[in-house]
């Protein structure tokens, strides 16, 4: 294990601009790459030396609204970096630092912007990113939030091997649930099972779903945590338990929502199995965060929490790297290794 | 005032019976009249004389299921009696009752089929199947489970003018909250305003609800009370407030569920609005149910709940007054007034 990994310091910096405003999925011609040099750091603000830069489906939210990205504005991004100056009390040189810094190389962030700090320094870099990131703490506060799940409760969990999912899949097994996966490959289901947490996991591009959920479940599922949306959700409403509930977290299996897409009318479920669901943004919950990782940190050190993460290298990845989260083609936590900046092209 | 009204006591039971199974709303041809004599009543039962049948939006669900209603039984309803004879400790003669005791003049009720007993002598009977009823106790209950209004909320409700919904309107505004109802035409909606506690109220037959909703409510609802589903509702969830609840306590829009019909997908304005849907039913919370109807009743007798009411007079009305109920004709809580039984023919 190797802590703190070598990097270099550039005398400018190079960021990952948006070009275009996107059509669904952001693809790697919707971005470019631009150089600029660094200004004298502000008061107030800390400049960050970016490491991993983090790959997320909340991006494409971000790309689509203007509201959160201008075009020719650096693309937002969840990064790890670690701070290389400092003009504001609360963090100083050396500091490990999460949140939103972007994907360029340096960041002159606002306090507001850091999500969380490293406190365990036995940790690789790249886990606040993942397990110990928004995808960790989203996992971990959305099923304390909203779970309410007992031992035994057999729970369906969408993209159950990706970087949220596989995080449920483990503390609810930790807590004594039954969990069950559903994953878009043969391999990921091997891992929902090997490495998750989960009792069993299906390939739903292969899998008959509706029997699967009926044999998984006969009485129903206490809980889906959702992440995709679309058909399979309408599925799993009809196979869950009386005073079941939902948590939606992502929408990932919608491409467009203009037009307004149709599905099944699902008022009747709620109501018939008086289900409670109930959506959930990790954002609204920033305040817990640091609490959150610090919790989350112990697990993985006591080797109760396992991750798997893809590393990309280099900044001009990133353009390419939404496609290929979309398409579910990366296999754990996908990041973009920028440690050696001169790598890039 | 007359609390307790004349009533005869015919040798013979008299019944609604279901003839065959309805397709969606029950019709007057989907039940039959029918006779039966009184058996002597068994041990742990008590039999009571009904005096006011309730027509309630549940009984389409319960004609529809066979294991809820087989073909020539009596066609299950709620109704308020008088107990005639008891052969059980908890009850004695004279006592006047509410609860599952079916379209018919006796009923030989087990005591779990008795949701409450009147407690103040001063309020009429037919109170107890309306805003001391089913339809009170469920706006009361589910408020108080799910609603969380502050004072100032704008809350949406569908079927305003109807037996829940308007309680629903008063125990609202009575809480400081600011009610805004939907109706079925235009006398409804005055009484909505006039008698139930709504700020304001739209005919959805003959208003342009988005621009009413955009109009009522700017920053969106907090919550939507819904006992109708269908388009309204997909239309109420882009006009809710963020963090808003959504409380699903009927379906009455959808005449049928075969085949499944579709709608717009909701799941990504639960995620974006963080809402909270969830479904509520009443017989979930029959334990609570007595106490209930004690808080009803003070407000009722102390002026702050106003209730409306349509009697229907004779058994033979039972049959047609489903047909009546879902075509929205019906002003007020619908009953069937059979006090003197021989008015039926």
């Not at 971005?31 to 040099?37: D, K, N, S, T």
């Not at 206490?222 to 679309?230: A, K, M, P, R, T």
């Not at 965060?289 to 080797?303: H, K, N, R």
């Not at 991750?307 to 579910?328: I, K, S």
């Amino acid at each position: 294990m190797k802590p703190l990994p070598d990097f270099d310091l550039p005398a400018g910096n190079r960021e990952v601009r948006l070009r275009r405003r996107p059509q669904g999925v952001p693809l790697r011609t919707d971005f470019e790459l631009a150089e600029r040099p660094l200004e004298p750091l502000p008061a107030g603000r800390l400049r960050i030396r970016n490491l991993y830069l983090s790959v997320d489906p909340v991006q494409r939210g971000w790309a689509a609204d203007p509201a959160a990205t201008a075009i020719g504005a650096t693309m937002p991004s969840l990064a790890v970096g670690i701070v290389i100056e400092s003009r504001c009390d609360d963090f100083r040189e050396g500091d490990i630092v999460y949140g939103r810094f972007g994907w360029q190389i340096y960041c002159d962030a606002a306090p507001a912007d850091v999500f969380s700090r490293r406190r365990d320094p036995t940790l690789p870099l790249s886990l606040y990113a993942g397990v110990l990131g928004m995808p960790g703490v989203t996992a971990y506060l959305a099923l304390a939030d909203l779970a309410a799940t007992r031992p035994g409760d057999l729970v369906l969990v969408s993209t159950a091997a990706g970087a949220v999912g596989s995080v449920v899949g483990q503390l609810l097994r930790n807590a004594g649930a039954r969990p069950i996966g559903i994953a878009g490959d043969d391999e990921k289901v091997r891992r929902c099972v090997s490495q998750f947490g989960y009792e069993s996991a299906f390939n739903y591009k292969t899998a008959l779903l509706a029997d699967a959920f009926a044999a998984a479940a006969p009485e129903g599922f206490s809980l889906y945590f959702d992440s995709v949306g679309g058909p399979i959700l309408d599925l799993a409403i009809r196979h869950m338990a009386r005073f079941g509930r939902i948590i939606q977290c992502g929408t990932a299996a919608t491409a467009s929502w203009t037009p307004p897409p149709s599905g099944l009318r699902n008022e009747r479920e709620i109501l018939m199995r008086r289900l409670s669901w109930t959506g959930f943004v990790i954002f609204d919950h920033l305040a817990r965060f640091d609490a959150a990782v610090t919790a989350l940190e112990a697990m993985v050190a006591g080797g109760t929490l396992r991750h798997d993460e893809e590393l990309l290298v280099g900044l001009a990845a990133a353009p390419g790297a939404l496609e290929h989260l979309f398409a579910g083609a990366n296999h754990g936590k996908l990041l973009i290794d920028i440690t050696r900046a001169d790598s890039a092209p």
